[in-house]
């Protein structure tokens, strides 16, 4: 398995802008996370999802964030209009429910600056 | 809400033993995790215990948990400079699906 893919893996933009970060979770995973990391704040949980249903978005900064789950296999994080303080880097990840562990698998992660 | 603490910054010297410290709030956790972040990289899953467990062992890597005052340690034996990294305790907390992550220890290992 390839692991979670997360594209693209870096992204310079400029204040204002829209911003789209991609996520392919763990094939037959039915939970996904998107994190933020920032050097002030550590790892912060923005939204996650359960068969492609968001559960929990109380973590998302604003409404200039936004989160989509099409499908089983696809996830979006956008950010509309982005601003210097939105630099970060953001992490997707995936579980599996039903084993009682919450063993997250986590992609590479996108770096994010907004100049 | 559910607090993790870590110390910010371990150094050792290679071929010694580390031992990595984290401290939780709630009580109610039922798993803890360990979780290593190298450069550039996402958070890999290290190793987790269950909270009716007090040691769990896997290879170099050692866990111990004292659930009296709660807290965490990964005890890395004859540590490598392959260590380097940032190590992250984790705590499941209450009903939600979601864990709460400590700040990071950033464990250097020199030659």
Redesign the interface.
């Known amino acids: 398995d390839a692991g ?1 893919i997360q594209s693209p893996r870096h992204e310079v933009t400029e204040m204002g802008q829209e911003v789209t970060l991609r996520c392919k979770p763990i094939s037959g995973h039915d ?1 996904l ?1 998107w994190y933020r990391q920032t050097m002030m704040r ?2 912060e ?1 923005l939204i ?1 999802f ?1 068969n492609n249903v968001p ?2 978005d109380s973590g998302m900064p604003e409404d200039r964030f936004s989160a989509k789950m099409p499908n089983a296999s696809f996830s979006t994080l956008k950010i509309q209009p982005s601003e210097p303080r939105d630099s970060a880097v953001y ?1 997707c ?1 995936s579980s599996l ?1 039903g084993r ?10 996108t770096q994010l600056s907004v100049l | 809400g559910e607090d993790v603490e870590q110390s910010l910054f371990l150094s050792v010297r290679e071929g010694d033993s580390s031992v990595i410290n984290c401290t939780y709030t709630d009580s109610s956790s039922t798993y803890l995790y360990w979780y290593k972040q190298e450069p550039g990289a996402g958070l890999q899953l290290l190793t987790y215990i269950f909270s009716n467990m007090d040691m769990k062992q896997d290879q170099r890597l050692t866990v111990l948990l004292n659930k009296k005052d709660k807290h965490l340690s990964l005890r890395i034996a004859d540590t490598q400079t392959g260590d380097s990294a940032i190590y992250f305790c984790a705590v499941s907390s209450g009903s939600a699906r979601q864990l709460t992550f400590g700040s990071g220890t950033q464990l250097t290992v020199l030659p």
């Open positions: 979670v939970y996370f550590g790892l949980l996650y359960n559960i929990d992490f990840a429910a009682g562990t919450e063993k997250l698998f986590f992609g590479s992660g």
